[in-house]
């Protein structure tokens, strides 16, 4: 548990001194930024799923106090929509999240090496920086409204951090990130608008 806070804490001063943590990497592999991930996620993830139950039993409750009996199967779907939305937030945390992550920092190295601006050579220092830059939107994700600063705030980290890791300029990591967003944006728009037809 000690590890997970510390862990949680070390997210905290990469939003805060984001200059100054990513020059300090400490993770040397994929598989390193990815556990530091799965770490911090642990406290928001648990938050929100708490938050869901609260809030889905919160309004089943006044379902059923304004509209008495006639809501039972009203009630019965607001407990397994609630228990869906906690489900929802699991597989997110846990499985798709970290697969963005790893296909992100895929395009973005291949972006980087084809444009010849990565210096460092390593796809885990990407993929470190990626990690970097989801920490501000991960720890303030259980926050309503304020996890869309944590959203922008983590563009400005991520762009810190692939210029601190692969030793670009801000302008070009900013390039970089703006290139793998859009990127990003056609192959989801061209598989979900597949599987739309």
């Given amino acids: ?87 929802f937030i699991l597989v997110t945390y846990i499985i798709l999240i970290p697969l963005g992550l790893v296909i992100a920092a895929g395009i973005m190295h291949l972006i980087g090496r084809g444009l010849k601006l990565f210096k460092n050579k390593s796809y885990d220092a990407t993929l470190g920086a990626m990690v970097y830059g989801i920490m501000p939107a991960i720890v303030l994700s259980w926050i309503p409204y304020i996890s869309l600063l944590g959203c922008l705030w983590s563009i ?27 990127v990003g944006a056609i192959l989801l728009l061209l598989v979900f608008g597949a599987t739309a037809l």
């Fill in 1 to 87: 548990m000690t590890v997970i806070i510390s862990d949680f804490k070390h997210a905290i001063n990469v939003m805060v001194h984001p200059d100054k943590e990513t020059k300090s990497y400490t993770w040397k592999t994929g598989r390193g930024a990815i556990g530091r991930y799965y770490k911090v996620m642990l406290i928001p993830m648990i938050l929100q799923i708490i938050f869901a139950l609260i809030l889905g039993n919160f309004v089943g409750g006044i379902f059923r106090s304004v509209l008495g009996t006639m809501v039972g199967s009203t009630f019965t779907t607001i407990t397994a929509y609630t228990a869906y939305v906690a489900g």
């Fill in 156 to 182: 400005a980290v991520m762009v810190i951090a692939i210029s601190n890791l692969q030793k670009i300029s801000r302008a070009a990591a900013f390039g970089v990130w703006l290139l793998t967003a859009v």
